[in-house]
């Protein structure tokens, strides 16, 4: 008898062990708001370190110039050509003290543009990331 018990018991425990973990699964929200996923393309190298949140990614400190310059380097080597980029490197103007950078990218086969942008939040002390897929419409 004590025996049935205890596997009932062990049943029960697995059962709202999986219950938990399904429920997680299904209410898991990390990429919601985001328009594109860098994980699910081949082509579209993730910075080392970058954690999704909702509809951007995060590193702790301040990495945007690292992340600039890893996307210049690597998009170009997986064939998407830069259509437009921004930072605050070029700009020369001391009022203006923002850290960051916005670039624009298309490839062949892409449908649309591959907007990246990322800029130091210093309140929070990380770099975030926002990856955007804008439609082109002829």
Known sequence: MKKIHWLIFTGIL??????L???QKVTDDTYKGMTIIPEDHEDIPLF???EPREHDYVI???HWVDV??????????QGWALEFEGSALDDSEPDNDWGGFHSGW???GFDGELYISAYY???????EVMFDKTRIYN
């Open 14 to 19: 697995i059962l709202v062990i999986s219950g």
């Open 21 to 23: 973990f399904l429920y």
């Open 48 to 50: 080392k370190g970058l």
């Open 60 to 62: 702790g400190g301040d």
């Open 68 to 77: 600039y310059d890893f996307y210049l380097k690597e998009l170009p080597e």
């Open 106 to 108: 298309r490839k062949n």
């Open 121 to 127: 939040n210093q309140h929070d002390d990380q770099t």
